[in-house]
């Protein structure tokens, strides 16, 4: 079993829905926590509402105690206030690993978090997951100390700095990179572990993170080492 913690999208593309219809298809059973509810579609995001954090709390601690989860999710939570009870969550399962996609704006560009909630996830939950998955636009967001700075860090500096905050494993995804090709590096603490080349596709599509994310989780679920979770997935 997997726990997903993620925002719902009723065009089933993205967040929780792309999780469970991910999980399932590898043979878990997904356990899933709404964190919030959108109004999108294929194309973008028309309105936000993020769920009281107690909620998010009820939910996950409910499912927790009354089943043998092997591995989290977490995607878009929405508040500092989220960001803080999952922290709590999942530093009482400390032996369950964890895969955390950033989840910072949509796919269609409607940010999803702001600097106080970037600042939280930094401080609270990326030191004790297993493996953080964010995009590199997401990557550079999260590393960067200023954020109105315009020097853009390369992807190698921004791995450096998110590894120094303790996870030990990186996942950055090259779709919004300007390359041929698309590249996913996976970072451990000693450099680049894997680098994975993909044909770019035409056109934009929205809700791969989330789906990659939750396909690494599944995979670990089943017992995999974390870099043939990677693989695999």
Known sequence: MVLTLAGSDPSGGAGIQADILTLASL?????SVITAITVQDTV?????????????????RFLMEDMQVAAFKIGMLGSVENVAVVAQLIADYPDIPVVLDPVL?????????????????????IPQVSILTPNSLEA???ASNDPDDDEEL?????????LGLGCPY????GTHENTKEVVNSLYGQDGVVRA?????????YHGSGCTLASAIAGMLATGLLLPEAVREA
């Open 27 to 31: 043979g878990c059973h997904p356990l």
């Open 44 to 60: 973008g995001v028309n309105d936000l509402m993020v769920l009281d954090a107690d909620w998010v709390n009820d939910q996950a």
């Open 105 to 125: 704006a949509s796919g269609g560009g409607h940010e999803l978090a702001d600097e106080d909630l970037i600042g939280a996830m930094r401080d609270m939950l």
């Open 140 to 142: 550079r967001r999260l």
């Open 154 to 162: 390369t992807l190698d500096q921004c791995a450096e700095r998110l």
């Open 170 to 173: 990186l996942l950055i995804t």
């Open 196 to 204: 994975d080349h993909w044909e770019r596709l035409p056109g934009s």
